[in-house]
């Protein structure tokens, strides 16, 4: 049965964080049956949790929607920003790594469609676009744009990197893109798209932008808005900061029982974001499992339930834990079966967990 705008709308509210604008979102579902949405990653290293369970979880709502997904293997864009080790064969071989994950995780893989910027840089006409944005900014407005590349430090950046933003810009209309689903983190430059879109002859894209999963660590930083967005997630290059896809439930309960979660805080509380935006958007329900003496078990039927009895200190943070971490390992466990069994996947974590991740 075919969904209502109204429906449509709310499916894809519950992907973004913010949206610009709405009334755009909406003007463009009214005229478009079949829409094309974004995003773009840079293969580096394993993949985190947030990056394979919740960007299906995403993708998902957005082709339910009536969106056709376009996933860009931003190969050439790791090489620019200097992962692993700018060795582009290894970037291609982690590329191909995170496409295998995703196989394993329900993505809407009929309606997804992964293109490798590696193809499109013999396109006369890619760079053509390049060239447009690059010659209509200048250097100080495309360095506002270098936190997209998790660079704080504009002044240190290489000089791959001072045209990397026009790259990224430029793919959106290359890949004829009518909406950008990426990350908060990637903010400045998709707004930098709309700025100079329709001043090009392009258009206006609608920023759709998700939630950024916080790091198991304690957040400590004065940033905000896209910044702090950067300085609070998932981190690949410090390991204990995130779960990875493939990781063994004793690695899982380890990183979960050391992880930042204060009792009674709600705000910034990665586990408590673990839950909100990655466990019960796969379960209905989750049962924290504690001894008679502390309350015995317990069910949630939603988040809300388990937010409200977290702050008002009805439920400790080691059984929050605990659950979390049972529910984390039966959430990737079909991803660790699939490494383990599949012999060209094995193949492929194993090249990745040997590359070296920077940041």
């Not at 791959?160 to 983190?185: E, N, R, W």
């Not at 910044?227 to 690949?236: F, G, H, N, V, W």
């Amino acid at each position: 049965m075919a969904l209502s705008i109204e429906e449509k709308m709310v499916l894809v509210g519950e992907v973004g964080e913010e949206i610009v604008t709405e009334e755009e979102l909406r003007g463009l579902l009214e005229r478009k049956k079949n829409p094309v949405a974004y995003d773009g990653f840079e293969p580096s290293g394993q993949m985190h949790l947030a990056q394979g369970v919740l960007r299906a979880v995403n993708i998902n709502k957005m082709t339910k929607a009536g969106f056709k997904f376009k996933m860009w293997v931003a190969d050439w864009f790791a090489w620019a920003n200097g992962k692993l080790g700018g060795n582009l064969e290894d970037i291609q071989t982690a590329g191909k790594y995170l496409i295998e994950v995703w196989k394993t995780t329900g993505m809407d893989m009929d309606n997804v469609e992964f293109i490798w910027a590696n193809d499109a840089m013999s396109d006369v006409e890619y760079w053509k676009i390049v060239m447009n944005v690059a010659t209509s900014n200048t250097v100080t407005r495309i360095k506002r744009c270098s936190q997209i590349m998790g660079r704080s430090d504009a002044d240190s950046l290489k000089a791959s990197q001072i045209f990397y933003p026009c790259m990224q810009c430029a793919d959106i209309f290359y890949l004829g893109a009518d909406v950008t689903q990426l990350g908060m983190d990637q903010r400045k430059v998709n707004m930098l798209a709309r700025e100079v879109g329709e001043k090009l002859g392009y258009w206006k894209p609608v920023v759709v932008s998700h939630h950024m999963v916080a790091g198991l660590k304690e957040i400590k930083t004065d940033a905000e808005g896209a910044d702090r967005a950067i300085a609070k997630k998932m981190s690949k290059s410090i390991p204990d900061s995130a779960i990875f896809m493939t990781d063994s439930e004793k690695d899982i309960q380890r990183k979960i029982a050391k992880a930042f979660c204060p009792e009674k805080v709600v705000e910034e509380n990665p586990i408590l974001e673990y839950n909100k935006y990655i466990i019960f958007e796969r379960l209905d329900r989750v049962k924290v499992e504690r001894p008679a003496k502390f309350g015995g078990d317990v069910e949630y039927n939603s988040y809300a339930e388990l937010e409200k009895d977290y702050a008002a200190g009805n439920l400790h943070p080691m059984d929050l834990k605990g659950a979390t971490a049972r529910n984390v390992n039966g959430l990737i466990g079909p991803t660790r079966k699939h490494f383990e069994k599949n012999a060209k996947a094995r193949e492929l974590l194993k090249r990745v967990q040997g590359f070296k991740t920077t940041r």
